[in-house]
């Protein structure tokens, strides 16, 4: 089930945005929580800030206790809302670098996209100034990604497996 467009609350968006630009040295990551709706639109309604587990500064693991954790948030959201809610995603960062996903994003979204298809990833881009004008932007995208293989072996980073980031339209 590719996903056709995901929405951002503007609530979440900020606290994913004040965590993407908490630090220029590292990356930071996080859950998301929400929900898929008919029209295989993403809603994510709140998210769960992370602590680092992995000591390389380029690299973000979410701890199985993590996830667990995330996955408890949301039952406990979807009790007090009424709504369906699950985990069904996470954010990272890229500092000093483009939002594409690299090839070790596109692995572990491939992952949990085998435990859940609607899965999404989202990638801020901050701290990467623009030359031409000396201003810093932050750029943002969602992606899921894509299997080419026909065997179904896990997709193999390339351009053509990236997931169509121009098909998933993310709304805040």
Known sequence: MAISCVHLKAG????????????????????????VDVNRVVHIVSVI???RSDKRKDR???SPEQLTHA???AERLALQT????RVLGWYHSHPHITVWPSHVDVRTQAMYQMM??????LIFSC????????LGHVTVT???STNQSPEGEPPIPSDHNLGDTSAVKLLY
């Open 127 to 134: 701290f990467h100034d623009d030359k031409t004008n000396n």
């Open 116 to 121: 859940d298809e609607g899965f999404v990833g």
């Open 49 to 51: 800030m992370l602590r």
């Open 12 to 35: 979440a968006y900020m606290v994913c945005l004040t965590h993407a630009l908490s630090t220029e040295r590292e990356e930071i990551m996080g859950l998301c929580i929400g929900e």
């Open 60 to 62: 973000v693991e979410i």
């Open 71 to 73: 996955a408890s948030q």
């Open 142 to 144: 969602c992606f899921q």
């Open 82 to 85: 009424g709504k369906p809610l």
